[in-house]
């Protein structure tokens, strides 16, 4: 069975300053993908960024980096330069090895992480 | 870039009554999408994967009589709640797989979500 942990039920940060959300997990997979999605108050999910189990270095897009370290099972969101529009909720995901394309559609979410960015 | 359109995004219904919401995929073929649910201020669970020409794949715990997929073609599911009762009030969200260019990943990507009331 996979969880996702996100210990932060909430966060604040100053607009422009750096923030990190908390993202741990456990998996008996020896192959997984990390995901991690933003949900504004409309309630759309927005992908933010991916990180596969055996990638070599961390995943960054943008504003968005993923601190990986695979032997404490962490997958950290860090958001640099924050903006009043990041304030939503967070979402970390793990997806598991499986046979066939309909296993890529099944994510195990955390709980998610309110981040609210103040100005 | 990949969208996926979801309609109604609110709907209010009656005890008893059944509501129909439907996914799209815009500019792409998806024979496999997602139907997943969220209830207030919690995570997001799979309910069930449906599945272009087939029956849906339900999730442990999922009544496939109460919720009712129908994937009839490549860029259309729609799920319909029958006998809505109070309790089915929820945010449900549809999804489909693409390719992020980015990292080359396949990554669920969500519609907007329907937000069902039952009176």
């Known amino acids: 069975a996979q969880k996702i942990t996100q210990t932060q039920p909430g966060m604040f940060v100053q607009e422009k300053e750096a923030v990190t959300l908390d993202c741990t997990y456990d998996t008996s997979d020896p192959s997984y993908g990390l995901f991690w999605y933003k949900q504004p108050s409309s309630g759309e999910m927005i992908f933010l960024i991916y990180?596969?189990?055996?990638?070599?270095q961390n995943a960054t897009e943008g504003r968005y980096s993923l601190n990986f370290q695979k032997a404490r099972k962490s997958a950290n969101l860090v958001i640099s330069a924050s903006q009043l529009g990041d304030s939503a909720m967070y979402f970390c995901?793990?997806?598991?090895?499986?046979?066939?394309?309909?296993?890529?559609?099944?994510?195990?979410f955390g709980q998610g992480t309110i981040l609210t960015v103040h100005p | 870039g990949a969208v996926v359109s979801q309609h109604p995004s609110r709907v209010i219904c009656k005890s008893g009554t059944s509501v129909k919401i439907e996914c799209r995929s815009l500019?792409?073929?998806?024979?496999?999408m997602f139907w997943y649910r969220q209830f207030p201020k919690q995570s997001l669970m799979l309910m069930a994967t449906s599945n272009e020409g087939s029956k849906a794949t339900y999730e442990q715990g999922v009544e496939k009589d109460k919720f009712l997929i129908n994937h009839a073609s490549l860029t259309l599911s729609t799920l319909t709640v029958t006998s809505a009762h109070p309790e089915d009030s929820s945010f449900y969200i549809c999804?489909?797989?693409?390719?992020?260019?980015?990292?080359?990943?396949?990554?669920?990507?969500f519609g907007a979500g329907s937000r069902l009331t039952v009176l």
């Open positions: 990180q596969g189990s055996y990638d070599q």
């Open positions: 995901a793990m997806r598991g090895t499986g046979a066939g394309g309909t296993s890529y559609g099944k994510l195990t």
């Open positions: 500019d792409f073929q998806a024979t496999t």
């Open positions: 999804s489909a797989l693409r390719q992020d260019s980015f990292s080359g990943a396949n990554v669920l990507t």
